[in-house]
Each structure stands twice: as C-alpha cells, then as structure tokens.
C-alpha cells in the first residue's frame, strides 16, 4: 500500500473487513492534522473531520445501548460516564467547522438527550413497590426526563440554523424528521416558514457532568431539605429515584 492516502489505505483496511487496523488508520489522520501546524489544509481538516466523525459514532452506539435497571444508582452513574464521553467526541468534531460534519455532530448530540430520556422513561422500576410509591416514582423519572426533551429539540433546532443558511444534508433532514417527532404541534408540516426558523444562536457544546443532576435540581439546596420533595428531589437522581423504594414499605 505504498504511495496510498492514509485514507485510501483505512478504505482498503474496512474493505477487507478488518475493523481494528481500520480504526487505527482513522486515529492516525486525525493524530496528523492534529499535529500539522501550519501545513494544515483544508483538505485534511475536511478528511480529518469525516474520520473522527466516523471514530465518534460506535462512542454513541455504546452510550445509547446502556439501560437503565437495578440497581439504579450504579447503571445511572453509568450512563452518565458514557454519556459525557459521547458529548465531548461529538463537540470536539464541530472544532473542525466543516459543515457536514457540524450537522452530523449536531444531530447525535441531540439524540444523546434524547436517548438519555428515553432511558429514564423505559428504565427498570424496583420490584418492591407499592401502587402509590410507584406512581411517585414514575413521576419522579417525568420529571427528569422531560428537560432532556427539551434539550434534545433545543440541539436539533441548531441544524435548522443551517437550513436557514442554506446549507441542507441528510443531517439537517435527519433533525427536521426528528422535531416532527419530538414537537409534532410545531414541525410536523410539509413546510417550515423561513420567519419561524428565525436567527437561531450558535450551540456551544458544553458536556453536562451530571446531567440528570441538573436536571432534577440544585443538589446544595436539596441537601439542605430535611425531607425529599416529589418530582424535585436531591441533585443525585439515583438517590431521589431510589428513595421511592424506601417508602415501598409504608404503603
């Protein structure tokens, strides 16, 4: 394979249905852009982005196939590592502002909420609860979940920013499809007004650490709380959500 691209050669390397030598070629053009310097150009930022866009996918087929169960604590902390990994991948990608990949990174970072919601609703219940305990439970994990739709449309509505540009891919189409989803009273129409879609800011990509925990409230404050409130209880969710256990018993 002398005289080949590194990405002919990672092309080869797939081909041939070797993943790991695949892998390790992609590594090492993002590695060689990385560390270019002034011989950068805008050819190897472009491959090096599609290549770290294609190392990031399989970090967000992990995140998204981790369930929620019991113990609920441990499979939350999980998740949540699994989830910041996933977050700072796909925001190191818009980094490199090439435009395709920016609306790739922008539709899985919103699938990463949405994923983390979806979670919380199918997540396993504890086994010992009583009729009301459950129904507190589960109006605990609402509680939790819905901010996390709110910021998977939020994310989403960043690729119609680039529609509005005039910049459209399957990326772009792929969150318009999502919306429609998510928020049908409002983008589930053949058409979307250039009036609605308006001057949408910039997304900064931020990793929550603790996104449940922000979710659900100010952990300093709920500490202070002599008794946990339903539906905004402490900044741990694993804890707020296994407390309805606790008081399985009582009914």
Not at 223 to 231: D, I, K, Q, R, V
């Amino acid at each position: 394979m002398s005289g080949s691209s590194p990405r002919k050669i990672a092309e080869i390397y797939k081909s041939k249905g070797d993943q790991s030598q695949y892998r390790h070629q992609l590594e090492e053009i993002v590695r060689a852009d990385g560390a270019a310097g002034s011989e950068r150009t805008d050819r190897t930022r472009n491959v090096a982005a599609h290549a770290a866009f294609e190392l990031s996918e399989p970090i967000y087929a992990q995140y998204a196939s981790l369930k929620l169960v019991q113990p609920f604590e441990r499979s939350l902390q999980e998740k949540q590592r699994s989830m910041d990994n996933a977050t700072k991948a796909f925001g190191r990608l818009v980094d490199y502002q090439v435009g395709e990949v920016t609306a790739a990174a922008t539709f899985y970072m919103a699938e990463i909420y949405a994923n983390f919601s979806q979670a919380l609703r199918e997540s396993e219940r504890p086994a010992d609860l009583g009729a009301e305990a459950l129904k507190d439970y589960e109006q605990q994990l609402a509680d939790a979940a819905h901010p996390l739709d709110e910021k998977a449309i939020a994310v989403h509505e960043k690729n119609l920013e680039l529609m509005r540009r005039a910049f459209s891919n399957a990326w772009t189409q792929k969150s318009l499809d999502r919306l429609a989803a998510l928020k049908p009273e409002t983008y589930a129409r053949a058409e979307i007004s250039s009036g609605f879609l308006g001057s949408l800011e910039r997304y900064v990509y931020q990793p929550p650490p603790r996104v449940v925990e922000a979710a659900v409230g100010n952990a300093t404050a709920a500490e202070a709380a002599p008794t946990p409130a339903t539906g905004s209880g402490p900044a741990d969710s694993g804890q707020t959500l296994t407390a309805g256990a606790d008081n399985a018993h009582s009914h």
